[in-house]
Structure formats: structure tokens, C-alpha cells
């Protein structure tokens, strides 16, 4: 008998209290918070779906493996556990740890990125973006049409536009492009796979014109299952074999750990040139440390390597993808309209399907975030005008493709009776959608304003 339940494949071993605070606090932290989500207290919060990214749990192998950390400074055998761990399933030949993902990001672009040169990506994250653009380089996004469509259903819809690809490196010329990216999952346009035939064909673009290729690899493990769920040929490969080959594809890659490396700190850049990784260790010794540990401590190492084990076990990333999906129905049925189909890590609602009279510049998905958590203390967060509006200079703002409120789900933390809550609470906040009005920004800081920005409600 095969039962059609997917459990949470763990049972839980340590504990952590939430709880609930009165609507008065909530109305009166929304004041003090000047209406930003990121200004609130983690305990006014009860179900904390703002990020994937270092909240979730650790395993008890993890916490086993961090009290054997070696913590000396220079060979520590936790650096070379690390490196062995991201080498078996990148193949990647120099491993660069740094503190978290944009550290790895700054670093690779300070190294391979100059002023006016373009880097196309499927979506570029808002870190990645601000790194490029802080270098003087231009953030190119470069998805699907689908990827930009909330309702469209596509396997693959974090996949690159090849012909703009090709037509970008035609406009710009080879020399202004130093390498080409591609974001896995595609973390910005919805937590949405690429296909491997998708970054074949970036490949075979970038051998054509002699271009690097790097993943941004944060969530590759939920990618690899996409594909082996999604890609004809794949299902009877298991999800590490899927990850080789996707970082067979390329010449090094960007990191974050604290999304599939199951660590609440850490990140790592890892490629093939070794030119290119003296440059950056250089860098690295000057902004993280020392190139054995850089910017973590040994038990963080550790955490990571055995994190980059279990990130891969079948019954992790089918649970995973469940129980994302499991939360997206739930919204469609309260009648809220979400990125279809649902992505790895997160949910995300569309504000502007269901928010239709507030418009872009009065912030539609900063709206819908701040109502489910004066609602029930859910705690999401705006992907649109806030994050990737471009203010011109009359004070208003270029809209983002997409109003979207990503809940992203911590690994291995919320049971399916805390999703159940969260779906309750946006069935109640949908029930009121006429009632809910717009926002202006009163402060704003020059590059990632979303995590500071104050708002005034209309
Ligand atoms: N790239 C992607 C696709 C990301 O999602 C993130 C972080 C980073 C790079 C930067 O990594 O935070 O370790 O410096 N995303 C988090 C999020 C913050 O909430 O999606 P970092």
C-alpha cells in the first residue's frame, strides 16, 4: 500500500515557543514599523514566513557535526569536510566559504565586473542586482515571457530567452559582457525552476562566444527535483546525479547556504579558473578572512557539509515541494491569486490580480503583506514596486513587472497545522480586499530601500 499522505520526514527533537500577540500590538508594532514588515521585533511575529533563508532547522546530525568543529584559523579540518562536500556535487575545482550568498556575489563581481559592462541572468535577486549595479555594471533580466506572467502555467518558467540572450550579446558586444548567469530557482520571478535543456542552450551560447557561465545557486537542490518531476528523461535519476549535471554546465557558481545548504549562516563561491580565485581570495582575505574559513567559524563549515547531504535526500525535497504547493491551493481556493504553478520555497500571492484598484505606485503587494499580518502576525514579504521599482527623478516610481507577497517557507520548521493557520488567515484578509488601501513611501534609502523604507497609509 502506497499512502498518499507526505509526511514531514522527521520528527521533531527540540522545540521553540511562538506565540500569539494581541491585534492592539500588531496595529501599534505596524506604527512603530512605519508600516515595513522588516522594522518588526521577531517576537511580534507568529508565523515568520519573510524569508527561507538561515530559519530553518538544523538536524540533529548537524548539531552533532558542529561540536566536532575545528576551529583553528588556518587548515581547519571543517574548511576541508566543507570543500569536499561542495566539490562531490558541483565538481567545481576552487572552493572560496564566505559569510552568506552577496558576499560571495560582491566578491565575484569586484573580481570579473567593470564599469558599463552587462550581466544577463534569468531574474537577478535584489542582492546580486545591487552588487552589479554597485560595481557600474548593468543587472540584465532576461527570463521567459512566461517567467514574467503570474497565471501562465510552465514547467520551466525560470528559463533564460535564449534569442535575448543572443540578441544582448549582439547589442552590447562579447567584450562588455563578463559573464552570463542564471539564478536556480529563479528566486525573483517566483521560486521557478530552470530545465537542464535550458542551461544547455546558455552553454552552448556561451562556448560559442568564449563567455564564462555561473549559477547562482542557492535553492539548486529544489531545482534538481523540479527537473527530475518536470524534465522528460530524468525521473529515474536521483536529485544529487540532477545537481552534477546542472553544475557540469558551468564554470563556477555563487552561494548562499542558508537556502539549500541548510545552515543559518554561511555561503561559499566556487569555480574553475584559478586566476580568477587568486583575485578572489586576495579580495576575500581583505573583507572575510582567511581563505579556510572565510567569514564562518568551523561549525558552521561542518553544518554546511552535512546540510549539502541532506538537502538531496529524496524524501526532504518531495515533503518540500508538497508543502509548498500544499499552501499555494489553499490560497487559490480563498481566492487569491498565486504564481503558478507553485515554486520550491515559497508562495507567491499576486497583489495586483487581487488588489486591482490600488496601482503600482501606491504599492499593492506592500498592502496585501501589511493586512495578513495585522491579521494573524504572518509575516511575507513585498516582491514588487517596493523592492524594484526605479524612483525617476519627478519622486515616482517605474513599476515592477509583478506585485507579488512571497511567503517563503523555513526549511523543516512549520508543521501542516501552522500552514493550515496561515492559509485561514489569507482566506480572511482576501474577504476584505475592497477595504484595503494603498501606501506611500516617507523615506527611502539610495540602493535596497525595501528593508528601510517607511510608509504612510492612504
Ligand atoms: N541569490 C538569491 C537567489 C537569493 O535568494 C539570495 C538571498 C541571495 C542570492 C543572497 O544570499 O542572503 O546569503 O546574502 N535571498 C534571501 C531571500 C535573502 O529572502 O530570498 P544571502
Known amino acids: 500500500m502506497v499512502f498518499k499522505t507526505i ?42 514566513l519573510l524569508t527561507d533563508s538561515g530559519t530553518g532547522a538544523l538536524s540533529s546530525a548537524q548539531w552533532a557535526a558542529m561540536m566536532d568543529g575545528d576551529e583553528s584559523y588556518a587548515g581547519s579540518k571543517s574548511f576541508y569536510r566543507f570543500q569536499d562536500a561542495v566539490t562531490d556535487i558541483t565538481g567545481l575545482k576552487e572552493v572560496i566559504p564566505t559569510h552568506q550568498g552577496r558576499a560571495a556575489e560582491h566578491i565575484l563581481f569586484t573580481v570579473a565586473v567593470t564599469k558599463g ?16 549595479e554597485y560595481v557600474g555594471a548593468e543587472a540584465r533580466d532576461l527570463v521567459i515571457p512566461e517567467g514574467r506572467v503570474p497565471s501562465s502555467l510552465h514547467p520551466f518558467k525560470g528559463n533564460m530567452d535564449i534569442d535575448r540572450l543572443e540578441a544582448t550579446i549582439a547589442e552590447v558586444g562579447v567584450r562588455n559582457i563578463p559573464l552570463v548567469m542564471m539564478t536556480v530557482t529563479n528566486n525573483s520571478g517566483g521560486g521557478q525552476p530552470v530545465s537542464l535543456e535550458n542551461l544547455r542552450a546558455v552553454r ?8 564564462p557561465f555561473f549559477l547562482d545557486a542557492c535553492r539548486f537542490a529544489e531545482n534538481a527535483y523540479f527537473i527530475k518531476l518536470r524534465e522528460p528523461g530524468y525521473a529515474d535519476k536521483t536529485p544529487r546525479e540532477i545537481a552534477r549535471e546542472m553544475f557540469s554546465l558551468v564554470d563556477g557558481c555563487t552561494m548562499s547556504a542558508k537556502k539549500d545548504g541548510m545552515a543559518n549562516i554561511g555561503g561559499f563561491l566556487a569555480l ?3 586566476r580568477m580565485a587568486q583575485a578572489a581570495r586576495n579580495l576575500l582575505i581583505l573583507t572575510e578572512g582567511f ?4 567569514g564562518l567559524a568551523g ?10 547531504k541532506e538537502v538531496l535526500e529524496e524524501d526532504y ?46 504599492y499593492p503587494a506592500q498592502a496585501l503583506a501589511v493586512e495578513l499580518y495585522r491579521s494573524g502576525g504572518v509575516r511575507g514579504v513585498e516582491i514588487g514596486t517596493v523592492m524594484f521599482g526605479k524612483p525617476q527623478p519627478d519622486g515616482t516610481d517605474l513599476p515592477a513587472p509583478m506585485e507579488l507577497v512571497r511567503l517563503a517557507i523555513p526549511r523543516r520548521t512549520y508543521t501542516q497545522s501552522h500552514i493550515d493557520y496561515v492559509a485561514e488567515v489569507i482566506a480572511e484578509v482576501a474577504g476584505r480586499r475592497e477595504t484595503i488601501r494603498g501606501y506611500r513611501m516617507v523615506e527611502q534609502a539610495p540602493w535596497l530601500r525595501h528593508f528601510t523604507a517607511r510608509f504612510e497609509p492612504l
Not at 559592462?117 to 552589479?132: E, M, Y
Not at 581563505?291 to 572565510?294: A, D, E, F, S
Not at 561549525?299 to 549539502?308: E, S
Open 299 to 308: 561549525y558552521d563549515m561542518d553544518v554546511i557539509a552535512v546540510g549539502l
Open 204 to 211: 552552448a551560447v556561451c562556448d560559442r562566444h568564449g563567455l
Open 272 to 274: 574553475n579558473d584559478a
Open 7 to 48: 509526511i514531514e520526514p522527521f520528527r521533531i527533537h527540540s522545540v521553540q515557543a511562538v506565540r500569539q500577540i494581541s491585534a492592539a500590538e500588531r496595529a501599534a508594532a505596524l506604527q512603530r514599523a512605519g508600516f515595513n514588515l522588516f522594522g518588526l521585533h521577531g517576537d511580534e511575529v507568529l508565523i515568520d
Open 317 to 362: 525535497l518531495r515533503y518540500r515541494l508538497r508543502s509548498t504547493a500544499y499552501l499555494a491551493e489553499a490560497a487559490e481556493r480563498a481566492g487569491v491569486p498565486t504564481v503558478r504553478p507553485p515554486g520550491g520555497h515559497a508562495v507567491y500571492l499576486d497583489a495586483k490580480a487581487l488588489l486591482p484598484k490600488i496601482p503600482p505606485q501606491r
Open 117 to 132: 559592462q552587462v550581466v544577463p541572468n534569468n531574474t537577478h535577486f535584489d542582492t546580486t542586482r545591487a552588487n552589479i
Open 291 to 294: 581563505p579556510t574559513y572565510g
